[in-house]
């Protein structure tokens, strides 16, 4: 496939060269549908095709195959003589990643995991060296890639599962080491219950009620901003979960949270960014208050839920342009189908086309295990035999790729989250 790339904003122009056809045309559809910054102009399944289009054509990124690497040093450098900026190196191992080097250590060649999520083939993408130069600099300007990733969890319809599954895919990351921060957004939190938290734990009130104190005619005192942190820091709760530990901010009363201003909401992301967690899992309410307007701007990673229940569905219609108006052309976006009963029949591929978003994973109506935990006051991530811990694990996989095969539970097929091997 040979494209002429649009012009019309700036956008990194990358060529995928791979052997496998179906590979290429799901990398090709996925930057087709997000329209944003980058453009797929090439796809080939030699390295004499790519050569070819290169002797005419500016490519920033080349994503290649390393089974059609013969010579590499010589093939790789090749190609950065002929103007690309970075390569990226596609291995179908996670054995490779940590056993191949090639001779000519260069930060223009890095590795990525084939079966990846999406959303980490646009880091890497996006994601140049500073010392590079040239007319790229003008295009690179207009990414930022986050340090660390801020998945949130949200819907316009309330009872669709948005606690369960933002409790559950933090859980997941702080077992696999992840530094995970668990925020409750919500006007009326209910991750103290999820969690077994004593009831009305500090966790926001008295960040909150400093920003109240803080405002003045000129807005919130940025001087404060030290302040703020402590007190965020001192309010944050640690919960074990077999040996290891995930931190958790509780929301606070409902008066506090439904009164957050965009400043007020901006400040205090702000100040969970500085504390240098890996992750930070946001749970919220169902208003699209200028709380939340804060949080759907600040999110690297949005979760849209829903469920077959056709109200649900168009709630989530209802904001979808909002939110696409927004200026963050690198935020991920998904769609989790909650609850879903293979009886019920229910249009998921009329839903994806209607939304014009695939649905990353579905999530099976599963009230016996949830329900059995919530009675006996166990947390439901320290039963990690049960069947519904894949599902989770799959969703915190989008955000951070530390699960294995088979803890993905991969076998089973129609997981859209993450590229997948060939039947």
Known sequence: MNRIPSGQKPSLWVALVDPDESYRQEICRYYERQKRLIEVVKTASSLEELKIFLELNEVHVVIVNRVLLNNPDAELSEMIQQGVLKIMIVTETLHDLHNLQFHQAQPSFEWIYKYSPMSIYTQRITSLHPNQTGKFNQVAQTFTEPDRRIGLFYSPKGGVGKTTLAVNTACQLARKDKRT??????????????????????????AIRMLELAVSDAGVDSGWNGELHDI?????????????????????????????????????????????????????????SDKNISLLNWATDLFYITTPDVSANLSILSVLDIVQSFPNDLQNRYLLMNRHTPASHFPVGELESVLGMPVAETIPETPDPIQYCANQGILLAEKAHLPIQSYFRRIAHLLAPVFSQKELSLKRSGWKGVLQRGS
């Open 181 to 206: 921060l668990l925020v409750d957004f919500s006007v009326f939190g209910h991750t103290e219950a999820a969690l077994g938290l004593p009831y009305r734990t500090k966790g926001l009130s008295e």
């Open 232 to 288: 965020l820091c001192k309010s944050i709760q640690t919960i074990e979960l077999q040996g290891k530990k995930l931190d958790v901010l509780t929301a606070a009363a409902p008066f506090k949270m439904s009164g957050l201003t965009i400043d007020q909401t901006d400040l205090l992301v702000r100040q969970i960014l500085n504390m240098q967690y890996e992750v930070v899992i946001v749970d919220t309410s169902i208003e699209l």
